[in-house]
């Protein structure tokens, strides 16, 4: 009796864990900041009093300029992903139009960007 009751909890387990989601996969934007830039900057970073970042554009430079800084040579996605995680989770700045490279006032500006992250 054991025996058939852990081979259908084993089956019960295989089953749920084939279909229940997956949690969220970290964004690129948030690897990339915990893989280079968490080492210096805490959370305490974005929450401080004198942050230089004010608005989208700004944190967007911030996150152009400290990359630079630390050589790390991304490219213009990495920095737009970077700066997307931040304003997520730190900021909520609201974004200028064109801030993700999309004109919103176009729907066929979107097909691009659908198209890449069904890529």
Known sequence: MTTSLNVAQLATAVLVTLV???????????????????GCHTAQAHWRDKKLATNWSSLRTEVQRWQANAMLQWSEEDVRDVTQYLNDTFYRFPQQAGALGVD?????SLIPVMEGLLA
């Open 20 to 38: 229940l989601p997956v949690g969220a996969a970290e964004s690129r934007g948030e690897l990339l900041y915990s893989t280079h830039c968490i």
């Open 104 to 108: 919103f006032r176009r729907r066929s």
